[in-house]
């Protein structure tokens, strides 16, 4: 606990007991950008502790260093993911007043229902939570595929809240979704394939039921960043504009034109450009009023996903980022719509949206602890008193000579020395303790150079990564592959910072490795007040204190994107509700088990028990293992299968 000393401004003692005099909790601010991206959501506290307020500025907050204290008391394991769906009714709220305050403004006739994607997040209580918290806006759900449509139709109650059916489609998917609207749910059928007009039709015949039909238009406009490809001509989903054309002509000759209500579109996940934005929806806009001239009976406008999330807070174009906000959505979306319409003499449409990641994003934080580190060496080994090799000679001179005139030229040197020692080694001129100095007093050479060049501005380009080569490796006990893939798989920036001890300088700088065995699974990207660092800036570690690190904003697509990399399962989740008092857990899910783990790739514990048991017996035959040995040894064994997947 951090306790600041009385009459003492600005001096606080941390949890090991030093005394930080410079060190403030607005540096540890502006260091983590944690104003930047975790409004109203994420703080520090006056203990140097990351804050979590699940109502935003509208309700109080809970110290998270705290709650995983007592979470652990549970017996609770990290690594744990903790939601807080204060955070997505709040959300929900948001996205809902910003649409209403936009059609408020321009004095749109129509009305907005947004939609969540359940491909976001699958999970059950999450998707439950979502329906609940958007009933009092008929708020819907997006299904991609006929798994997801089965989710939608069990969970949405909302009267006249929305079920997009997108995705590719076989006859039992739309023969559901047309089934379903005789539950009373408002199901409408997108058609983003030709052969779809087809299925549609017919089936509406056999079972004389009158669809709600859509169609996805791939549009000239393209989206920005990783996800661009999502529009345009080569699109994996839509019907170009001759599609379309023809899909209406056969609708229109088997009497179902007025079965086509709604216009779709999507151009990408993560906007990160506004621009990009209007310029779709000024192209959708335009292809709406032109359906609704061709005599379809058009009500609806769904402008699909692509609301971006600042993961580093830097509100900017770059694709970790955006530079525009919710309300600037908003009021592009209804303006350009209501303008276009106008321009054609039509009816406005209501308008959809299925702003997953910006709902989803935030409401989930993953805590995990650092095992340990690995250093360079940092030391300069001593002279000792017989005449040292030549190659070490030179690199103690090399060492004594660095200043901050010849710095780049002596770090080449020490380099070149290093690597003649390897080669000296190889060739047995070289012993493995002078080897071991002559690196030694390498990296003591790199550590000084270093200490020259981050005073400066002007960094020479060979040397800009010597951070990163000093930089230490942090171990997580975590699996990247498991709970952050989009990390790994498309280098997606996560926000991560210690959740205690901001009150304290972080020392070191260091790259973070996971617990599997894949030399991939390590994060050396993280956000930074421009845009990419190698490093972050942590804490030093202390022998019997735990050290805990949040990555954040997790909440879109991470859990069920996860591999069994390693077999390392599912964490520990749980979900935590503010109260008048504090808090409650609404809902614990337990991680894999290795039983689990092992069963997904076909082995059944029973029989791995009697396999090492037989064994076990074979040994004692042989005299090789004693009772107890063998029976220590299932025991273990028998513990492990009931265990958690991750380290304890």
Sequence with gaps: MVESMPGVVGET??????????????????????????????????????????????????????????????????????????????????LNACFAKAIARYNYPGVYRGVFPVKCNQQRHVVEDLVKFGTPYQF??????????LIALATLKTPGALLICNGYKDRGYIETAMLATRLGHRSIVVLEQLEEVHLVIELARQL??????????????????R?????????KFGLNIPEVIHAVEQLRAAEMLDCLQLLHYHIGSQISCISAIKEAIREASQIYAELARLGANMQYLDVGGGLAVDYDGSKTNFYASKNYNMQNYANDIVAEVKEACEEKNQPVPTLISESGRAIASHHSVLIFDVLGSSDAPADVPSLGEEKE???????RETYDSIDEENFQETYHDAIQFKEEAASLFG?????????????????????????????REDVPKELEDLEKTLASIYYMNLSIFQSAPDSWAIDQLFPMLPIHRLNEEPTHRATLADLTCDSDGKIDRFIDRLNVKSILELHDLN????????????GAYQEIMGNLHNLFGDTNAVHIHLTPNGYQIEHLVKGDTMTEVLKYVEYDAEDLIESLRQSTE???????????????????????LRSYTYLS
């Design 208 to 225: 004389d039921i009158k669809p709600i039909v859509g169609i996805r238009a791939k549009l000239s406009a393209k989206g920005i960043g």
């Design 389 to 395: 090799h030549l190659i070490l000679r030179n690199l």
């Design 13 to 94: 003692f941390s949890e090991n007991g030093r005394r930080d005099e410079k060190w403030s909790i607005e540096q540890s601010e502006e260091l983590y950008r944690i104003r930047g991206w975790g409004e109203p959501y994420f703080g520090i506290n006056a203990a140097g502790h990351v804050t979590v307020s699940p109502q935003g500025d509208r309700g109080g907050s809970l110290d998270l260093y705290e709650l995983v204290r007592a979470l652990k008391q549970r017996n609770l394991e990290l690594p744990l993911l903790i939601r807080f769906p204060d955070i997505l009714a709040d959300r929900i709220e948001r």
């Design 543 to 554: 022998p019997g204190h735990p050290y805990y690190l949040g990555m954040f904003l997790v």
């Design 227 to 235: 996800w661009g490809g999502s529009s345009g001509d080569l699109a």
């Design 427 to 455: 060739f047995g001129y070289l012993s493995i303790t002078e080897r071991a100095k002559a690196e030694q007093l390498y990296w003591a050479c790199c550590r000084k150079v270093y200490g020259i060049v981050k005073q």
């Design 140 to 149: 819907g759900l997006e299904a991609g595929s006929k798994p997801e449509l």
């Design 618 to 640: 074979a040994a004692l035959q042989a005299g090789n293992i004693s009772i107890e040995e063998s029976q220590l040894l299932l025991q273990h064994y028998e513990r492990s």
